[in-house]
């Protein structure tokens, strides 16, 4: 019965300690109970938060709105979901393996007022599902981003993707920003884009026909019409938006700006004198 007696009152401590933890007003109510130190280990990297003013430039290079689904992968005392949240309106979610500083940075959002967009659960950044997310954001190490990598070229096209000081590779960033010796680097996930494509005005006949070899965002190709076959010039690919110029049969410039969805894209030839028809380009 005694034994009983003192499972019971530690049982009823915890619980006292989490409802405080919960609904702790402060920063420093919050930490109260664990106070994390910087260069402490983790499960894969040790912690080091990432600077206030390179967090705001990170959320800033990435265009985050009230309309984004910001997702921080390793997110430590959760300050980049906080303040994706607090400063920029998104909905966010952080992501941390250590279920103590998880529960530090969930008591973090309560103290920020910001729990109806934020929160921060514990869990493997390898094993949650963030597919849904439009930005996402890191602090990780240079294997770990190559871990990461396969899996954030599958999300959507247009995802948005900010690393604190560590790149992806050979997948060179679409921007890249220095704040005191610390670096930030924003990619866009690209389209899928590779392979031949046939494109024509709506319900005509085929007008002409592109191919794409792609690397990365990096695309080059040539297209053809009629027997005429020239390279194209200055091809572009930013997330879903494709652009490029090419000559004509005629010898005529032609530049086609247009938006990619799966094996299709659709969007606007303009050729001499500025006219404009719609066409659609369907791969295979």
């Known amino acids: 019965m005694r034994l009983n007696a003192t499972l019971i009152a530690l049982t009823a401590v915890a619980c006292l300690s989490w409802v405080a933890t919960a609904d702790a007003r402060t920063r420093a109510e919050c930490e109260r109970d664990y106070k994390p130190q910087v260069g402490q280990a983790g499960k894969d990297v040790v912690w080091v938060p990432t ?20 997702v921080d992968l390793g997110a430590g005392d959760g300050k980049i979901a906080i ?3 607090r400063d920029f309106g998104a909905t966010a979610l952080g992501i941390e393996y250590n279920p103590d500083m998880a529960k ?12 109806n967009k934020v929160r921060v659960i514990q869990g493997d950044i390898f094993k949650e599902d963030f597919s849904k997310a439009t930005v ?50 924003l990619w866009i996930v690209p389209a899928k884009v590779e392979g031949t494509w046939t494109f024509r005005e709506t319900g005509g006949a085929p007008g002409f026909m592109v191919s794409l070899s792609q690397t990365f965002q990096k695309i080059k190709g040539e297209a053809s019409v009629g027997y005429n076959k020239n390279p194209l010039t200055a091809p572009t690919l930013r997330g879903d938006a494709i652009a490029f110029t090419f000559n004509d049969d ?35």
């Open 51 to 70: 600077p206030d003013e390179l967090v705001s430039k990170m959320l800033t290079m990435a265009k985050v709105t009230a309309k984004d689904y910001v």
């Open 83 to 85: 303040a994706a949240g």
């Open 136 to 185: 996402v954001t890191m602090y990780l190490l240079p294997e770990l981003n190559m871990r990461l990598r396969p899996t954030i070229l599958n999300m959507k096209p247009g995802t948005r993707v900010t690393s604190h000081q560590f790149t992806m590779g050979d997948w060179e960033p679409d921007q890249t920003a220095e704040m005191e010796y610390r670096n930030a680097y």
């Open 104 to 115: 530090l940075a969930q008591c973090f959002v309560q103290a920020a007022n910001v729990g």
């Open 250 to 284: 005629k010898g005529q410039s032609r530049t086609f700006t247009g938006t990619v969805t799966g094996s299709e894209i659709n969007g606007t030839l303009r050729g001499p004198g500025n006219a404009e028809v719609k066409v659609s380009g369907k791969r295979g």
